[in-house]
Nanobody
Framework: QVQLVESGGGLVQAGGSLRLSCAASGRTFSSATMGWFRQVPWKEREFVATINWSGSSTWYADSVRGRFTISRENAKNTAYLQMNSLKPEDTAVYYC??????????????????WGQGTQVTVSS
């Protein structure tokens, strides 16, 4: 059992910043690969960023690379997504995800085993 709870979403103006948090409980957090995804109406859930168990390796979607930063603090059982230079097209429900064990891919919805409930991010122009 793994429980993930996102927080930190809200309404910001274009060009602003927001930091999302994902608090984990249950199975050992420090051994998990973590990911952030987002979803808007009429579209499939979209990969945003991923980070390995130690935080030594990260990967980002082209649409957010250079603006977003994924990080984690294993001692706090928490993952983060720092979002800077926000654009209206970043508006979505953002989901935290976790998986255990080796997999060759970490950028698809099917690559993760556990999901949070999502937090709404709205960027106004």
């Amino acid at each position: 059992q793994v429980q993930l709870v996102e927080s930190g979403g809200g309404l910001v103006q274009a060009g602003g910043s927001l930091r999302l948090s994902c608090a984990a409980s249950g199975r050992t957090f420090s051994s998990a690969t973590m990911g952030w995804f987002r979803q808007v109406p009429w579209k499939e859930r979209e990969f945003v960023a991923t980070i390995n168990w130690s935080g030594s390796s990260t990967w980002y979607a082209d649409s957010v690379r250079g603006r977003f930063t994924i990080s984690r603090e294993n001692a706090k059982n928490t993952a983060y997504l720092q979002m800077n230079s926000l654009k209206p097209e970043d508006t979505a429900v953002y989901y935290c995800a976790a998986r255990y064990g080796y997999r060759p891919s970490s950028r698809g919805v099917g690559d993760y085993d556990y999901w949070g409930q999502g937090t709404q991010v709205t960027v106004s122009s």
